[in-house]
């Protein structure tokens, strides 16, 4: 069974710079989730679809990252205008629908600059 | 609201010596609880899971950990360390149920295994 997939696995960019990351998730999950991990600290979770749909984004900066699942597979994460905090491994993460465990990618490490 | 606390952001054990990491959590509602590996550069990698089964829980790589509803704890343990435990320990609580399944991490604990 193939892993959750993501890329590019390192970015580095310069302030006010866009970028964006993939994440394909394991085949039939129709749960995804886009984590922050900021150097030294456990992951956060920044969003959570289910099929297409959003379930929780309480804690997404929404002024500058945003996060789409159109057909309800892959999904995209983009941050625009980019800032020097937003530095971190970006996790993605799919379960089940309903189901407690989920697996995550290798992560994208972005650097600001 | 869910929380995790790890206590201690640096162990450091000798190789065949026991390995004790401490997580203590907080939830309003009976938990899921999990343990998760991660190694350099990697993602995370589920050890072990608590479902409100059996309350000693086995994962792998001869880990496991115990649920004491009491102390509001779920400590992980390994009997005797090797040179391949080193890597960074996350705690996570989730409340389960649809919306609630996210997963609320500790700040980590970094296991270093002394030779």
């Known amino acids: 069974e193939a892993g959750v997939a993501q890329s590019p696995r390192y970015k580095i960019i310069e302030k006010r710079q866009s970028v964006a990351f993939w994440c394909n998730p394991i085949s039939g999950h129709a749960t995804l989730y886009w984590y922050q991990q900021i150097l030294g600290q456990g992951p956060k979770l920044l969003i959570q679809?289910?099929?297409?749909?959003?379930?929780?984004d309480s804690q997404l900066p929404k002024d500058r990252f945003s996060a789409e699942r159109l057909k309800g597979v892959d999904s995209t994460l983009k941050i625009q205008p980019a800032k020097l905090e937003d530095s971190a491994v970006y996790l993605c993460?799919?379960?089940?629908?309903?189901?407690?465990?989920?697996?995550f990618g290798q992560g994208t490490r972005l650097t600001v600059v | 609201a869910q929380s995790v606390t790890q206590l201690g952001s640096h162990v450091s054990v000798s190789e065949g010596a026991l390995v004790l990491l401490r997580c203590n959590y907080s939830?309003?509602?009976?938990?899921?609880l999990f343990w998760y590996v991660q190694y350099p550069n990697q993602g995370l990698q589920l050890l072990l899971k608590?479902?409100?089964?059996?309350?000693l829980v086995k994962g792998i790589n001869g880990f496991e950990a115990e649920f004491k509803k009491s102390e509001t704890s779920f400590h992980l343990t390994k009997p005797s360390a090797h040179m391949s435990d080193a890597a960074e320990y996350f705690c996570?609580?989730?409340?389960?149920?649809?919306?609630?399944?996210?997963?609320?991490f500790g700040t980590g604990t970094r296991l270093t295994i002394i030779p």
């Open positions: 679809f289910q099929n297409n749909g959003v379930v929780d």
């Open positions: 993460a799919s379960s089940l629908k309903g189901g407690i465990q989920a697996f």
């Open positions: 996570a609580v989730s409340e389960g149920g649809f919306g609630n399944e996210k997963l609320t």
């Open positions: 608590y479902t409100s089964a059996a309350t």
């Open positions: 939830s309003s509602v009976p938990p899921y």
